[in-house]
């Protein structure tokens, strides 16, 4: 957990927080107007966790804009998009191993790890990350989650908060503005 003053042309302007999207302690309950996720969410092994801790942080009639990777433009563009009922079934057993069972084996049937076995997901984890390398950050790379549309959609839906607007600005992001109720 790192904190520092954000200063702006020497004056203090408040705290900078570097946190886990996950788990944004010290910051105080529905104290933001905006949270603002580039290039992220996708990141995440329980999305669902990020999008629940963010709804905390942010003030009633507050707003979420995300930018998401549109799947079509990049190495996404092989797998479906994950469903609701997906990420609620991995969100609902947040062990490593559950968490990362669906995700890796669809990883895997679509690129050249064949021989890994995605049914046993340590054994598979360990194959996987001795092929592309056990950097600190090896998971941080891959894309968790495989969002579209209907996804986003479905994920407002679940938190109760109003599609202002999804747009895809092409040729690699999906755009998406919502409201949290007041």
């Known amino acids: 957990t790192n904190e520092f003053p954000y200063v702006v042309h020497g004056v203090g302007k408040g705290t900078t927080y570097v946190r886990d999207g996950s788990d944004l302690h010290g910051l105080a309950d529905e104290s933001y107007d905006l949270v603002l996720s580039s290039h992220n969410l996708e990141h995440f092994l329980d999305p669902l966790a990020a999008l629940l801790e963010w709804n905390r942080v942010l003030r009633p ?67 996987f ?38 747009d895809l600005i092409a040729p690699y992001h999906m755009v998406a503005l919502a409201q949290k109720p007041v």
Do not use: N
């Open 61 to 127: 009639g507050g707003y979420l804009f995300l930018v998401l990777p549109w799947p079509a433009a990049t190495y996404d563009r092989k797998r479906k998009a994950d469903d609701i009922a997906g990420l609620i079934r991995r969100h609902s057993d947040p062990s490593r191993d559950r968490l990362i069972e669906e995700p890796l084996r669809a990883i895997l049937e679509l690129t050249d790890y064949e021989a890994i076995d995605a049914g046993d997901p340590a054994k598979a984890e360990e194959e």
């Open 129 to 166: 990350r001795k092929q592309v390398g056990d950097g600190h950050f090896w998971h941080d790379r891959l894309h968790w989650t495989v969002f579209d549309f209907d996804l986003i959609e479905d994920l407002m839906d679940c938190l109760g908060w109003g599609v202002k607007a999804l």
